[in-house]
């Protein structure tokens, strides 16, 4: 014998007819955050096209691979500190960004992700130094260059960049700030100026070794 009592039994009804309403917006809900995911990430290929239209679709797809790799760089140090980054989204002419979800400000964290970028960067542009100067590219050393070049910038301290977002996070430190022992806050606050000078350094380095007088391209 069934225990509901009638008006529970119209209920049943009701409540099935609404989530046969309700069912496919959820699915489609679902697909179409999929499919902003991807063509974020797609991105990197409009990116492509633009700068072909400047400096023609080799020195393109090489430029736009060393910003995907100086991303992948936030990306892959946020993943190992356990974090929630999101793909490398592309803005043709202004760059990319990994952006981190629900994640609480911690300035020794905050550096370490934003030292990443530059420093895979860095690595990506002394790899095309090598190959070009192996193989005698002009094509090679140019993209070093630039390569070298945009991390450089990234170190700039000011607002959005990885530079301001290092210079924040060292300014909490270096007052022994984000630590619960101030002394350990402070030793941080030195290991991050440190780093980032010889990183500004190295760069600086790469660009003279890189760089390619125009006559030559």
Not at 127 to 144: E, H, K, M, N, Q
Not at 184 to 207: C, E, H, N, Q, S
Request: aromatic share 10%; glycine share 12%; with cysteine.
């Amino acid at each position: 014998m069934s225990g509901l009592l009638p008006e529970e039994s119209a209920a049943r009804p009701r409540r099935a007819g609404l989530g046969r309403i309700v069912a496919p917006f959820l699915v489609t809900g679902a697909v179409l955050l999929k499919v902003a995911g991807a063509l974020k990430f797609l991105g990197i290929f409009v990116a492509v096209g633009g700068y072909a239209l400047i400096w023609g679709w080799r020195f393109a797809v090489g430029f736009v691979l060393l910003i995907l790799v100086h991303e992948l760089g936030h990306y892959v140090e946020a993943k190992r500190q356990g974090l929630n980054p999101q793909i490398p989204v592309f803005i043709p002419f202004l760059g990319a960004y990994v952006a981190l979800r629900n994640q609480p400000f911690d300035p020794w964290r905050n550096a370490l992700v934003s030292v990443a970028g530059p420093a895979a960067g860095g690595v990506a542009a002394l790899a095309c130094l090598i190959y070009g100067t192996a193989v005698d590219s002009d094509l090679f050393r140019a993209l070093a260059y630039f390569g070298f070049m945009l991390n450089l910038i990234n170190l700039i301290p000011i607002g959005f960049l990885d530079g301001g977002h290092i210079l924040r996070a060292w300014r909490v430190l270096k007052a022994g700030g984000g630590r619960p022992n101030p002394a350990d806050a402070r030793r941080l606050g030195t290991i991050v100026a440190a780093y980032t000078v010889a990183l500004i350094a190295a760069l600086a380095l790469g660009m003279v070794a890189s760089h390619v007088p125009q006559t030559r391209l």
